[in-house]
Every structure is written in C-alpha cells, then in structure tokens.
T-cell receptor, first 112, second 114 residues
Framework: GESVGLHLPTLSVQEGDNSIINCAYS??????FIWYKQESGKGPQFIID?????DKRQGQRVTVLLNKTVKHLSLQIAATQPGDSAVYFC???????????FGKGTRLSVIA | EAGVAQSPRYKIIEKRQSVAFWCNPI?????LYWYQQILGQGPKLLIQ????????DSQLPKDRFSAERLKGVDSTLKIQPAKLEDSAVYLC????????????FGPGTRLTVT
C-alpha cells in the first residue's frame, strides 16, 4: 500500500548548525504534508505544514521544502538547539476526509 | 488553553486482560482521533470520531478493540482481551473539525502487555 517513510533513522548535529531531515512519500495524490516533533514521553507536536500548491514554507527557524516531482519532503532547522532534540515525523494525507499517514520518524540528537 | 488530556499515563496488564483508556479533547473540538504508536514507528490511526459519530474505523481491530464517544466530548478506547502485540502508546488527538487538518495530541498512554 501507499506509505510515508524517512531516509535516515538518526541524525546527530552540532549545536548551532543547521539540520535537514528528509522524508519520501509514495502517494501521488497526497496534497497536504505536516512535520511533527515528538519529545520523549509526549505526544507529537505540530511544527509546520505545507500544501501541494507550494514548494516552500517558512516558520520560525524551520523551513519545509516539497518536491512533488520526486515525492520528497524535507524539514530544515536553522541554528539547531539542544531543545530541538526529538523524533521528527512527516505525515501526509490526500484531499478529503482521509487519515494522516505517518512515517517512521528520524531521531535528531543535538551535540552541545 | 488546556490541551488534550489522557489517562492513565501508564498501564501494565497481562495478556487476555482488558484495559480502558480515557481521553478529554480540547474544548470545542468536534473531531477526535485515537492512534496506536508502536515503539520506533509513527502513529497509526485506529478510529476517528466527528462529534459522537464514527468517521473512520477501518484500521481498528474490531474483534478486540472498541471505542466510544457517547456525548461527543470525552472518549474511551477499550481492548478486550489484550495481546502481547498491543503493547504500544495510545495517543488521542483532536481537531476543530474534520476539515481542519491541524491535530493536537495528548501525552498518550503507554500500555505494556506481559
């Protein structure tokens, strides 16, 4: 079936560096994408979203890039901080009342 | 604004026992979701409610799992009887309505079946 996955299960970065977390999706009908951050013992927390009519969206220290041609999504975190250490999930859905499909997650570790 | 509340936070049971989880969504949120998150994986939707009606329960193992949201606010998820493979974190989420995509998650209930 259709699935959402991540290229790398773990990512370690130095504090202050930029982080890039990647995600591949396979459902060509997906038109809405979300990045979630999940800290240990907590539920996923919304970070940023993007719709398929855009290829880039920026938030506070975060940028999401969408490449529909290769079905690839990335999350860029600028000036990574220790508080950014968490598991990051991408999720996607197509139009209508369809459920979110989550990928397996990437663990980001920030080295002080 | 209070977030999504869940209880208990942790539960340990033996296989073949039953267990129930409770969720109180954000006030005014019409849509409520139950997810199962197995260790190392992303959440998987079990059931979605719109007010007190079921919108999607296609991935709910109905032979052992049941959920209700009788008054369109709080919800309970029950497993009876539990199996070892049910060990997971059960997350509840809510959104303003089904057309609003941003879901707010509770802290989850970590279930261990021994």
């Amino acid at each position: 079936g259709e699935s959402v996955g991540l290229h790398l299960p773990t990512l370690s970065v130095q504090e202050g560096d930029n982080s890039i977390i990647n995600c591949a999706y396979s459902n060509s009908a997906s038109d809405y994408f979300i990045w979630y951050k999940q800290e240990s013992g907590k539920g996923p927390q919304f970070i940023i979203d993007i719709r398929s009519n855009m290829d880039k969206r920026q938030g506070q220290r975060v940028t999401v890039l969408l490449n529909k041609t290769v079905k690839h999504l990335s999350l860029q975190i600028a000036a990574t901080q220790p508080g950014d250490s968490a598991v990051y999930f991408c999720a996607e859905k197509d139009s209508g009342n369809t459920p979110l499909v989550f990928g397996k997650g990437t663990r980001l570790s920030v080295i002080a | 604004e209070a977030g999504v509340a869940q209880s208990p936070r942790y539960k340990i049971i033996e296989k073949r026992q039953s267990v129930a989880f409770w969720c109180n969504p954000i006030s005014g949120h019409a849509t409520l979701y139950w997810y199962q998150q197995i260790l190392g994986q992303g959440p998987k939707l079990l059931i979605q409610f719109q007010n007190n009606g079921v919108v999607d329960d296609s991935q709910l193992p109905k032979d052992r799992f049941s959920a209700e949201r009788l008054k369109g606010v709080d919800s309970t998820l029950k497993i009876q009887p539990a199996k070892l493979e049910d060990s997971a974190v059960y997350l509840c989420a809510s959104s303003l309505d089904a057309g609003k995509d941003e879901q707010y998650f509770g802290p989850g209930t970590r279930l261990t079946v021994t």
